[in-house]
């Protein structure tokens, strides 16, 4: 298996109160056999602690997955607290249930991409791979 | 299991013979329908004597939007409802928590206080009518709440019928809306079953559920085996707090997942029937027919749909509504085409409720029991389901019981591995998913007609309602039924059910319920090792 994320810091984290965590542990499991190392953070957690969390373990990207339609706003605390901190480089992706309509507004928003389950993980993995510096 | 590779295997891995024959069976012939131990159904004359009932589940925003969809389901024919709660409900916070801001009323509606269930049902008669309620964290409090609703109505409460899911196991797996460590949520089940036997014997007080790990990712022989684990989990905390089993066994539910492949769902259900009856009685002795009754609702979808061409997802509904009906449901529930991405709009969810009543009033089905019986496939397949079946309930026992299982991650991280594995069979094309990796066309849009749009005015609209709940109630009353529910809590052997109607009766907000009781039992350590 190739290892394209080899050496990245990926944060996973599953904000707000959504707790349909199966998509997150397997993006979680799928990158740490592309080679990243993952930290899961588990459910419900706050965007205030997510930010903590990238900002102290010094993660290379944060990936957010919500699946109760309230991406826009969790994802808009992330990226406003992650550039609050001074860690605006840490790249912001978000997966889950996004309508097609969101996806410009979640990009807009500041997220580094939009990933949905329909997508292969093999392209999910060579989209991080290419926009993680 | 081997869902890599594209040789004919059920989705759980179970080959499938090129044709069945007489030979492949145990037995040349099956008891007929209601007899132990049930292989056949329930009941002798199907669904003749009753149809399954059609529950949609719906809900959103505030109780005045919902109460209205509610009123136009009823009037389209509907049979039951089945009430979807917003997140901070589910999860204990009220509206104004941090938490809840951004989820209020998002994918359920908001149920803060008896003020909102009273106007979710008004001019709704609770005598008259079945509600299923989607709760487990608070399912206490939501049932409570329910029977205060009631009171304010004059209904008696002997005659409520319902469900309330109230199933904690699956949700520390799957579902993720836990509150308290398991010890105190098990009591809390418990509590609530125990008194609702007493004083609602027509309600389903359990829903026990594989659904949600079934979408979580395991196959359908670990759905069943996972549930049936945990509903005699529920067995035996409700021996130990003193429960006659073959009292309580009559009002223990089950609500499952049906997926695409038709034979193996329909014979999930046929070899969950028989297992739920055998162990009951083996291991506890049951012999009363009624509590060997293996009693179920299906959901139709969820992570079988597509957002690719999505109005596909009206025919695979309409496939696994059959699979649920020729498996003998109880009642169904059909997912609208849209449901993989959005709440239903009123035109999709149409569609799905006439789904449901093409199959039964047009299609045949349900004038015989079991049609299936008999067909050396179907029942061949049903025996093999009910072994996988009981070698993956040994296993947990192996490991040390599903509550173990739970609190140390091991059910999740065998969770997580499978959805990894049937992800990777549809990455690869092994699993056929058409319109998504099969006759996918370069020109494909992938609409879906109407967008549901949540009035975006409900999350303020709801934070004012709770305003002003708190400042007209009679605060005295609501903190003295507060102190009284913590007290009793206090008290290991007291059923806290008559506390918490008597808190919901006083406006006391569920979000106060629970703090309250998180400061005594704190809360549930997630295991997050993968």
Redesign the interface.
């Known amino acids: 298996m190739s290892t394209p994320l080899l050496g990245k810091r990926i944060l996973l984290a599953k904000p707000?109160?959504?707790?349909?965590?199966?998509g997150a542990?397997?993006i979680?499991?799928?990158l740490?056999d592309a080679g990243a190392e993952?930290i899961?953070?588990?459910?419900?957690k706050?965007p205030a602690y997510i930010v903590r969390v990238a900002v102290d373990e010094d993660v290379d990207a944060v990936g957010l997955s919500v699946l109760?339609?309230?991406h826009k706003?969790?994802t808009r605390?992330v990226v406003a607290g992650l550039k609050a901190a001074g860690a605006q480089d840490i790249p912001v992706f978000v997966g889950g249930?996004?309508?097609?309509?969101d996806r410009a507004l979640l990009l807009d928003a500041g997220a580094g991409g939009v990933f949905?389950?329909?997508m292969?993980?093999?392209a999910v993995i060579d989209e991080l791979a290419a926009k993680i510096r | 299991m081997n869902a890599g590779t594209p040789n004919f295997t059920t989705p759980s891995g179970i080959e499938v013979p090129v044709v069945a024959t007489s030979d492949m069976l145990a037995r040349a012939d099956l008891e007929p329908p209601a007899a132990y131990p049930f292989t056949r159904g329930i009941f002798a004359d199907g669904f003749r004597g009753r149809p399954w009932t059609i529950r949609q589940y719906s809900g959103f925003g505030s109780a005045e939007e919902s109460n209205q969809r509610y009123k136009f389901l009823l009037k389209e024919g509907q049979t039951g409802l089945s009430v979807a709660l917003d997140?901070?409900t589910?999860?204990g916070?009220d509206p104004d928590d941090?938490?809840?801001?951004?989820?209020i009323g998002?994918?359920g509606v908001s149920l803060f206080s008896l003020s909102e269930m009273e106007t979710l049902f008004e001019g709704i008669d609770l005598g008259s009518i079945s509600t299923s309620f989607t709760i487990n964290g608070t399912a206490a409090i939501i049932y409570a709440m329910y029977l205060a609703a009631a009171d304010k109505q004059g209904i008696p409460r002997a005659k409520l019928t319902g469900t309330i899911q109230n199933d904690i196991l699956k949700?520390y797996v799957?579902?993720?809306?836990w509150i308290f460590p398991v010890p105190p949520s098990m009591r809390l089940i418990a509590d609530s079953i125990l008194y609702s036997n007493q004083v609602t014997p027509r309600f389903n007080s359990i829903s026990i559920a594989g659904a949600h790990v079934r979408?979580?990712?395991c196959t359908a022989v670990e759905e069943m085996s996972y549930t049936l684990a945990n509903g005699f989990a529920y067995v035996d905390e409700l021996i130990r707090r003193g429960g006659d089993v073959a009292k309580f066994a009559r009002r223990l539910s089950f609500f499952f997942y049906v997926h695409m492949d038709l034979f193996e769902e329909a014979c999930k259900f046929r070899s969950g029937r028989r297992v739920w009856a055998k162990l009951l009685r083996e291991r506890y002795g049951v012999t009363d027919e009624k509590a060997l009754h293996f009693r179920f609702g299906v959901v139709c979808g969820g992570?079988s749909l597509?957002?690719?061409q999505p109005y596909n997802n009206i025919v695979r509904v309409a496939i696994e509504n059959i699979a649920a009906v020729l498996g003998g449901a109880q009642s169904i529930f059909t997912c609208a085409y849209d449901e993989?991405?959005?709440?239903p709009t009123e035109f999709s969810a149409e569609i799905a409720l006439r789904t449901q009543q093409i199959v039964q009033h047009e299609s045949g089905i349900a004038a015989t029991v079991d049609p299936l019986g008999g067909s050396y496939y179907v029942e061949w397949l049903t025996d093999r389901m009910e072994k996988e079946i009981l070698q993956v309930m040994r296993e947990i026992d192996d490991y040390g019981g599903v509550i173990k299982a739970i609190e140390n991650g091991w059910l999740?991280g065998r969770?997580?591995?499978r959805?990894?594995e049937r992800?990777?069979a549809t990455?690869a094309g092994n699993r056929v998913v058409v319109g998504?990796n099969r006759y996918r066309r370069e020109d494909q849009t992938?609409s879906y007609g109407e967008?549901f749009r949540?009035d975006p005015e409900i999350a303020d609209k709801v934070l004012e309602k709770l305003a002003a709940v708190k400042q007209t109630r009679d605060a005295a009353a609501a903190a003295n039924a507060l102190d009284r529910l913590a007290e009793a809590a206090a008290r290991d052997s007291e059923n806290l059910m008559p506390w918490l109607v008597d808190c919901c009766h006083a406006y006391v907000t569920v979000g106060e319920m629970v703090t309250r009781l998180k400061s005594l039992w704190g809360e549930f350590q997630?295991p997050?090792n993968?």
């Not at chain 2, 941090?98 to 989820?103: K, N």
């Not at chain 2, 799957?174 to 809306?177: K, L, S």
């Not at chain 2, 993989?340 to 709440?343: K, P, T, W």
């Open positions: 707000g109160l959504d707790g349909h965590d199966a542990k397997v979680a499991l799928a740490r993952v899961y953070t588990g459910l419900r706050s109760s339609g309230s706003e969790l605390e249930t996004i309508p097609p309509d949905t389950s329909d292969p993980l093999a | 997140l901070p589910q999860c916070y941090p938490m809840a801001r951004p989820e998002k994918v949700e799957a579902r993720g809306t979408d979580a990712g992570s597509t957002s690719a993989a991405f959005q709440i999740q969770i997580a591995r959805a990894l992800k990777r990455d998504q992938d967008v949540l997630e997050v993968l």
